[in-house]
C-alpha cells in the first residue's frame, strides 16, 4: 500500500485548520485513524483515502486556504485506499500550551 505525506504551514488558529483538515478528508470519503498534537505548534493527523480521491483532497485543502505539499506526485486515479498523513505546522508567536498532569502512582 502506497503511502503519502501532505506537509502544510499555516498562520490559521490552530483549531480551525485542524476542522478544516478533517472536514476535507471526510468530503473525500477518507477516513481519520489517529491524531497526534504537539503543544499548539503542531498536529499530524494520519488517515485513508480512496486512491482516485487524493487529488480531490489537495484540491480541497487549497480551496480551504491550506496549501499542502507533497514529495511524490500524485496518482491520477487508482483502484482501492492509500494511507496518507497531513503534517500541520503553526507559525505563530504564542506560548507552548501548559497542560496541569495529575499525579499518579
Not at 472536514?23 to 504537539?38: H, L, P
Not at 498523513?85 to 501548559?98: I, M, R, W
Amino acid at each position: 500500500m502506497k503511502f503519502f505525506r501532505f506537509r502544510i504551514v499555516t498562520t490559521m488558529d490552530r483549531n480551525a485548520a485542524i476542522s478544516e483538515v478533517g472536514e476535507a478528508i471526510s468530503k473525500c470519503r477518507g477516513w481519520i485513524e489517529n491524531q497526534v498534537f504537539f503543544s499548539n505548534k503542531a498536529a499530524t493527523i494520519r488517515f485513508e483515502i480512496p486512491a482516485d480521491r487524493l487529488g480531490k483532497f489537495q484540491t480541497d485543502l487549497l480551496e480551504r486556504g491550506l496549501r499542502s505539499y507533497i514529495d511524490d506526485e500524485l496518482p491520477h486515479g487508482g483502484a482501492g485506499d492509500v494511507k496518507a498523513t497531513v503534517s500541520l505546522t503553526f507559525a505563530h508567536q504564542e506560548p507552548d500550551l501548559k497542560r496541569e498532569v495529575p499525579p499518579f502512582g
